[in-house]
């Protein structure tokens, strides 16, 4: 590791700072119609125009604005993903980022003791932005939930469970690979009705049963031969995991299987690397979450009482699938 690396990475959090203000102030929205002059822009957004102008001026240096004479413009493929109206936007992720970055710079606070979040961070979304993020979640997520898909034997489920399924991304890989299954996805009631029209715009519908609650307050329905937790896990207490195991164990029919798919540490906690960095976002957003490794899973999964426990795929990008089954005589 030499100083120059060192330093680098020192300074990696300046340019991310850029983008996230910018974010925060809808630059790229504002900006994507017709050039503006620093002082219009800076009445706009209501702030100061000597800040404004250095921001303005440090966006382009990175090349998400483009600067011409005294006026600032967005070029239509930046706009295309950060402009808040664009049907592919990631600025609603941008912007979670942002909130994320406040909770990150009490990094140390938390390290030496002073209490973290007494519970999971809220990113509070209008429903507009609400919809563009859980689109933007499943712009990205799509072909990881295919390629993770194909390495899973349907066997001969029936009746499939996707538990905090957000717009049905792994919902519908899963149908498009077992054509006879039917789904429920399962969570809360503003989600549940952002996956009805993307189900129903894909043509889905017809084999989904859309049911609205929380998994930490209700139970989850039943009847089921395979359930899935997908980026769940890592937002809770092993206590709260293994009340979730419990209420899956109990929605299944006897045989039926649980997959989890999540970032499952190796022995040392420090591979995969983008585990051991996500836990950080755990440590800081949540009063208990973590990335966990196979046997800490293991091990809640048992008590919960399933057996058949396996790890059925290994990854470095939240990619790996723990594989856990209900005993035939429940």
């Not at 957004?45 to 005294?70: I, Y």
């Not at 600025?91 to 007494?118: F, K």
Request: proline share 5%; hydrophobic share 45%.
């Amino acid at each position: 590791m030499t100083q120059e690396k060192i330093l680098k990475l020192a300074r990696a959090f300046t340019e991310s700072r850029i983008l996230l203000s910018a974010a925060e102030l809808n630059l790229f929205t504002l900006l994507q119609k017709a050039p503006l002059s620093a002082r219009e822009i800076t009445q706009r957004v209501k702030g100061d125009e000597r800040a404004v102008s250095v921001l303005l001026d440090a966006t382009a240096a990175l090349g998400f604005l483009r600067k011409q004479d005294e006026t600032y413009f967005c070029e239509p493929e930046v706009a295309r993903v950060l402009a808040d109206d664009s049907p592919v936007t990631v600025y609603p992720m941008v912007l979670h980022m942002a909130a994320i970055w406040h909770q990150w710079s009490r990094l140390t606070d938390i390290a030496e003791g002073v209490p973290g979040p007494s519970e999971q961070l809220e990113f509070v979304r209008a429903p507009k932005n609400l919809e563009a993020f859980i689109g933007a979640m499943h712009m990205i997520g799509a072909p990881l939930a295919a390629e993770i898909t194909e390495d899973i034997d349907t066997e001969d489920a029936e009746y499939f469970l996707d538990i905090g399924g957000g717009s049905g991304t792994y919902t519908m890989a899963f149908l498009r690979k077992a054509p006879t299954m039917k789904a429920t996805l399962f969570d809360l009631p503003e989600v549940v009705e952002m996956a009805r029209t993307r189900l129903a715009g894909e043509g889905f519908i017809d084999r989904v049963t859309l049911v609205a609650g929380s998994f930490y307050r209700d139970e989850l329905p039943g009847g089921q031969d395979l359930a899935l937790l997908s980026a769940i896990i890592h937002s809770n207490s092993p206590q709260e995991n293994l009340e979730l195991y419990r209420k899956v164990f109990r929605a299944l029919r006897p045989g039926g299987r649980l997959l989890i798919r999540d970032h499952v540490m190796a022995p040392d906690r420090v591979h995969p690397a983008a585990g051991a960095i996500f836990a950080i976002d755990m440590l800081v957003e949540t009063p208990g979450g973590n990335c966990y490794v196979y046997a800490e899973i293991e091990a809640g999964l048992r008590e919960a009482g399933f057996d058949g426990i396996r790890m059925l795929r290994q990854g470095e990008r939240m990619d790996a699938v723990v594989e856990a089954r209900k005993p035939n005589h429940f």
